[in-house]
């Protein structure tokens, strides 16, 4: 490294949460070189070529550098450029007409996967007086928040720093996807320093060629296959029998459900053998201390929240909730509490009461989400109400919500009134009225992580001023805010609101940035002290606020809309199972497909399918083919792959191609959401669509 150049401590969110401690050398005011941080306490010197790509997607030539408003019809591309006065003028006038005119309801915000703004937008759109906020959340993470709030406990995540015995690695390829709160190399030093494992997943990878036990288990059954564990570990009498009489309810009606689920019952629904089930069952609960490790495939579906509720017991029952080693409630970060933050508490009861969905949804609506049919619903139909305006940050939502086709017609043509911000153009902000350029995560400062629970915050400092006029998300919002008349509860810089955030640990923003991190450290076993702030104090198994909604107290298992068991007809039409969502380690959802050295390596669209079923279709490896199910049909390239079972395929998802130009950008080509539906039967608590276990067809071209 030259002299010239210097190096900032910050932290990449490249992979869209973010979180990885980096640091970067800036040369003549541009990013030069990226070096991982060896000291960061999440990624541990861990960095990946998604981070390294931000460097070319700098200045990249479909950057988003200045307001826009289009000029002709959606989808044309014919915009004029506005100052951002004149553009958040435009939008606070429009939002303001619409509420004065048909209610705050009818102005929904929204939001995608991370760069850590979602504080200031809930404060928005709280103090707008809208109860509607659509995120990716109804199935995506949140349903396990939602659960483990409803039985009076923050989500238990890993404690890979004490040296868990044991692995369960459910539906979550932690090597090449991150989750929330740590990242892979945990996972990765915890396999080198000999820890047994045990992975359920539809598919094979690097984890399950490392693990002792793989359960290959039929996408959309995790329920099952988790209740059938827990009937072995009742059976058998390997559970924790102090925690169960001192710390739950409901044990007796819930060791009458796991009746249901024998092992040889579970083999017929979820396919994995039951021999299997018996032994993954006795190698968790009997190594100590065993920990969880589960992704969000597991709620993509119908039977989302009866699976997660069936893991967190998994946990508990096994005497392997928060023990060293297990899965640990780690607690909030220090600063202002996230909820308060985006003051929640300012949003009246009588525009609470018209969320969307949340009559239906009961779970979501506790935690302020909605599912995303609702929403569409009411633009289309008027369903209660009619919503008017969407106003959407980092979401490329043609691409990453279900239905696509649907999506395209709601933003093309039946939405009043469509606000997008991003980094770059995309199928998405194509078909928006304003578009917003967002700021990269090296072009503004942050208190990165805020709103996670494992405990720890770390300054983002910004490395390089944002190209053009982009600004941060953050900053949009603040003005934005105060544009629409809240100027009272906003901040005159924004720096002031982090100053704000860091008050309660007793530190400014300019000294948390020459930081490493903060951190409230973990607390064990605080249930022996506190219990659970559920009403009885204690862990319910059986949730008796289900019972009052109306839904099941208890875990179990329905088929998947569509399945195997649906009418023959139908089956000899669609006889493989579709699972969506393979992660891709050189993307990150829709993002970087701009990247020429990512796409370098992964250029193409891929569908994984098993030998036999290939052979029987005439498909080679590399083959261009089309995947087709009841909404329509996507082409993809055929990897032909041992690794699925040949009932099943397993399809990338987020696929656009932004070499082909605006305004289409090929959105519908290799769109995988073009084949999901958003239509019920979902999942009853939260709305979580069904992603996984899906039916189709695939044929050669």
């Known amino acids: 490294m030259n002299n010239a150049q210097e190096r900032i401590m910050t932290i990449c ?77 435009i939008v606070a006038e429009r939002l303001n007409r619409i509420k004065a005119e048909s209610g705050a309801e009818s102005v929904v915000f929204g939001h995608g996967t991370g760069r ?21 959340g109804h199935m ?223 779970l979501g609506a506790t935690i302020n989400r909605i599912t995303p049919h609702v929403v569409w619903d009411a633009i289309e139909k008027g369903d209660p109400y009619q919503v008017r305006s969407l106003v959407v940050f980092a979401s490329n939502s043609l691409m990453a919500r279900e239905n696509a086709r649907r999506v395209h017609e709601i933003l093309a043509k039946r939405i009043e009134f469509f606000v997008a911000t991003d980094i770059f153009r995309t199928p998405t902000t194509e078909l928006a009225d304003i578009v917003l350029p967002a700021a990269t995560w090296l072009e503004h400062d ?32 603040n003005d934005l805010g105060r544009k629409l008349g809240f100027a009272d509860q906003f901040w005159e810089s924004y720096e002031d609101s982090l100053d704000y955030i860091l008050a309660p640990a007793g530190v400014t923003w300019r000294q948390f940035k020459q930081m490493p991190w903060l951190q409230n450290k973990p607390v064990y076993r605080k249930h022996e002290s506190q219990g659970f702030r559920s009403a009885s104090g204690k862990l319910d198994l059986f949730l008796q606020q289900y019972a009052d909604w109306g839904y099941d107290p208890l875990p179990g298992f329905v088929e998947p809309p569509e399945s195997p068991a649906r009418e023959p007809a139908f089956v000899a039409q669609y006889p493989l199972i579709l699972t969506t969502g393979t992660r891709i380690f050189n993307y990150f959802g829709s993002e970087h497909r701009q990247s020429p050295t990512l796409r370098k390596t992964h250029p193409d669209p891929l569908v994984e399918i098993h030998p036999e079923a290939a052979a029987a279709r005439g498909i080679a490896d590399g083959d261009w083919v089309r995947i087709r199910s009841p909404r329509g049909e996507v082409r993809m390239r055929a990897r032909v792959f041992d690794g699925v079972d040949p009932r099943v395929v397993s399809a990338e998802f987020g696929w656009w191609f932004p070499e082909q130009g605006p305004p289409d950008y090929g959105w519908s080509e290799s769109n995988i959401n073009v084949l999901t539906d958003d239509a019920p039967p979902l999942d009853p608590g939260m709305g979580a669509t069904n992603l996984k276990g899906l039916m189709c067809q695939i044929v050669k071209e």
């Not at 709280?126 to 906020?133: E, M, S």
Request: charged content about 25%.
């Open 13 to 89: 969110r490249a992979c869209g949460h973010g979180g990885c401690g980096v640091y970067v050398a800036v040369d003549d005011g541009q990013p030069a070189k990226i070096y991982a941080d060896w000291e960061h306490p999440i990624s541990k010197g861990y960095t990946c070529k998604k981070a390294h790509a931000a460097i070319e997607l700098q200045h990249h030539p479909d950057r988003l550098l200045y307001p826009m408003q289009r000029t002709g019809a959606r989808g044309e591309g014919k915009w004029r450029r506005l100052s951002w006065d004149e553009a958040l003028g």
């Open 116 to 136: 850590d703004f979602h504080r200031f937008l809930y404060r928005v759109a709280n103090l707008f007086g809208t109860p509607n906020v659509l995120t990716p």
């Open 446 to 477: 942050n208190v990165a992580e805020y709103w996670k629970v494992h405990g720890y915050v770390f300054p983002r400092n910004k490395v390089v001023e944002p190209a053009g006029e982009a600004r941060s998300d953050h900053v949009i919002l």
């Open 140 to 362: 995506c993470y949140l349903p396990r928040i939602a659960v483990c709030k409803a039985l009076g406990m923050e989500i238990p995540l890993v404690d890979y720093d004490n040296h868990p015995k044991c692995v369960l690695v459910w539906g979550s390829n932690h090597l090449i996807s991150n989750p929330d709160e740590n990242k892979g190399i945990n996972l990765a030093k915890t396999m080198q320093a000999g820890t047994r494992m045990i992975v359920v997943d539809p598919r094979r990878n690097r984890l399950t060629d490392k693990a002792e036990l793989w359960l290959q288990v039929r996408p959309g059954t995790d329920s099952a296959l988790a209740l059938g564990m827990l009937h072995v570990i009742v059976k058998e009498g390997l559970y924790d029998r102090d925690f169960v009489a001192r710390h739950t309810t409901g044990f007796e009606p819930f060791c009458r459900r796991l009746e249901d689920y024998p092992p040889e019952v579970v083999e017929r629904i979820t396919w994995v053998p039951a021999a299997q089930i018996v032994a993954a069952a006795r190698l968790y609960a009997t190594t100590k201390p065993a920990a969880l490790q589960w992704g969000v495939g597991v709620e993509q579906n119908v039977n989302c929240v009866d699976a997660d509720r069936a893991l967190i017991y998994l946990v508990a029952l096994t005497g392997n909730l928060d023990v060293p080693g297990g899965n640990v409630i780690f607690g909030i970060p220090p600063g202002v509490p996230r909820a308060k933050f985006s003051l929640f508490d300012a949003l009246p009861e009588q525009q609470r009461a018209k969320m969307l969905g949340a009559a239906r949804y009961r």
